[in-house]
Nanobody
Protein backbone atom coordinates (compact mmCIF):
# COMPACT_ATOMS: atom_id res chain seq x y z
CA UNK A 1 0.00 0.00 0.00
CA UNK A 2 1.12 3.54 -0.74
CA UNK A 3 1.28 5.92 2.20
CA UNK A 4 2.20 9.59 2.04
CA UNK A 5 2.83 11.82 5.05
CA UNK A 6 3.51 15.55 4.62
CA UNK A 7 5.26 17.82 7.07
CA UNK A 8 6.95 21.20 7.18
CA UNK A 9 4.04 23.59 6.81
CA UNK A 10 3.64 26.68 8.93
CA UNK A 11 3.37 30.44 9.05
CA UNK A 12 5.93 32.53 7.21
CA UNK A 13 6.21 36.15 6.15
CA UNK A 14 6.08 37.13 2.51
CA UNK A 15 9.46 36.67 0.90
CA UNK A 16 10.34 33.83 3.24
CA UNK A 17 10.95 30.16 2.57
CA UNK A 18 9.59 26.82 3.66
CA UNK A 19 10.47 23.25 2.78
CA UNK A 20 7.73 20.68 2.75
CA UNK A 21 8.51 17.01 3.06
CA UNK A 22 6.54 14.01 1.88
CA UNK A 23 7.59 10.71 3.41
CA UNK A 24 6.50 7.97 1.08
CA UNK A 25 6.21 4.24 1.45
CA UNK A 26 5.06 1.63 -0.98
CA UNK A 27 6.04 3.54 -4.10
CA UNK A 28 7.58 0.41 -5.53
CA UNK A 29 4.86 -1.83 -4.23
CA UNK A 30 4.63 -5.05 -6.19
CA UNK A 31 7.07 -3.83 -8.81
CA UNK A 32 4.95 -0.84 -9.70
CA UNK A 33 6.57 2.57 -9.68
CA UNK A 34 4.91 5.83 -8.81
CA UNK A 35 5.52 9.44 -9.66
CA UNK A 36 4.92 11.95 -6.87
CA UNK A 37 3.23 15.29 -7.16
CA UNK A 38 2.42 18.34 -5.07
CA UNK A 39 -0.97 20.04 -5.11
CA UNK A 40 -2.44 22.90 -3.16
CA UNK A 41 -5.87 24.15 -2.25
CA UNK A 42 -6.49 27.70 -1.14
CA UNK A 43 -9.66 28.64 0.78
CA UNK A 44 -12.64 28.78 -1.55
CA UNK A 45 -10.65 27.54 -4.53
CA UNK A 46 -10.24 24.26 -6.32
CA UNK A 47 -7.23 22.09 -5.68
CA UNK A 48 -4.48 22.85 -8.17
CA UNK A 49 -1.45 20.97 -9.41
CA UNK A 50 1.89 22.52 -8.41
CA UNK A 51 4.46 20.10 -9.78
CA UNK A 52 5.83 16.59 -9.82
CA UNK A 53 8.91 14.39 -9.73
CA UNK A 54 9.41 11.07 -11.50
CA UNK A 55 9.69 7.84 -9.55
CA UNK A 56 13.49 7.81 -9.87
CA UNK A 57 13.94 11.53 -9.32
CA UNK A 58 15.37 12.10 -12.78
CA UNK A 59 12.63 14.40 -14.00
CA UNK A 60 10.84 17.27 -12.29
CA UNK A 61 8.17 19.72 -13.38
CA UNK A 62 6.62 22.82 -11.84
CA UNK A 63 3.77 24.94 -13.13
CA UNK A 64 4.47 28.42 -14.45
CA UNK A 65 2.94 30.20 -11.45
CA UNK A 66 5.63 28.83 -9.13
CA UNK A 67 8.47 28.24 -11.57
CA UNK A 68 11.67 29.84 -10.35
CA UNK A 69 10.39 29.94 -6.76
CA UNK A 70 9.45 26.33 -6.01
CA UNK A 71 11.71 23.33 -6.51
CA UNK A 72 10.81 19.64 -6.22
CA UNK A 73 13.44 17.09 -5.31
CA UNK A 74 13.71 13.55 -4.04
CA UNK A 75 15.96 11.73 -1.60
CA UNK A 76 15.70 8.10 -2.65
CA UNK A 77 17.58 6.86 0.38
CA UNK A 78 14.97 8.43 2.64
CA UNK A 79 11.98 7.78 0.36
CA UNK A 80 11.15 11.44 0.76
CA UNK A 81 10.06 14.07 -1.72
CA UNK A 82 10.58 17.76 -0.97
CA UNK A 83 8.94 20.95 -2.08
CA UNK A 84 11.30 23.86 -1.50
CA UNK A 85 9.36 27.11 -1.61
CA UNK A 86 11.23 30.39 -1.81
CA UNK A 87 10.09 33.99 -2.11
CA UNK A 88 6.68 33.02 -0.81
CA UNK A 89 3.72 35.26 -1.52
CA UNK A 90 0.41 35.64 0.32
CA UNK A 91 -1.31 33.98 -2.64
CA UNK A 92 0.71 30.82 -1.93
CA UNK A 93 -1.35 30.36 1.22
CA UNK A 94 -3.04 26.97 0.95
CA UNK A 95 -3.15 23.43 2.20
CA UNK A 96 -0.42 21.57 0.37
CA UNK A 97 -0.89 17.92 -0.51
CA UNK A 98 1.51 15.25 -1.62
CA UNK A 99 0.10 12.70 -4.05
CA UNK A 100 1.22 9.68 -6.03
CA UNK A 101 0.19 7.96 -9.21
CA UNK A 102 1.54 5.07 -11.22
CA UNK A 103 4.33 6.26 -13.47
CA UNK A 104 2.33 4.99 -16.47
CA UNK A 105 -0.59 7.29 -15.60
CA UNK A 106 -1.14 11.05 -15.29
CA UNK A 107 0.14 12.48 -12.00
CA UNK A 108 -2.51 15.18 -12.29
CA UNK A 109 -5.08 12.51 -11.40
CA UNK A 110 -3.35 10.81 -8.51
CA UNK A 111 -4.39 7.56 -6.95
CA UNK A 112 -3.07 8.34 -3.47
CA UNK A 113 -3.09 11.46 -1.31
CA UNK A 114 -1.41 12.60 1.84
CA UNK A 115 -3.31 14.34 4.61
CA UNK A 116 -2.08 17.82 3.69
CA UNK A 117 -0.09 20.48 5.52
CA UNK A 118 -1.09 24.13 5.97
CA UNK A 119 1.10 26.89 4.59
CA UNK A 120 0.19 30.45 5.54
CA UNK A 121 2.07 33.42 4.12
CA UNK A 122 1.49 36.75 5.83
CA UNK A 123 1.94 40.07 4.06
Amino acid sequence: QVQLVESGGGLVQAGGSLRLSCAASGLTYRYSTYNTGWFRQAPGKEREFVGSVSWNGDSTYTVDSVKGRFTISMDNAKNTVYLQMNNLKPEDTAVYYCAAQLSSSDIRTPAYWGQGTQVTVSS
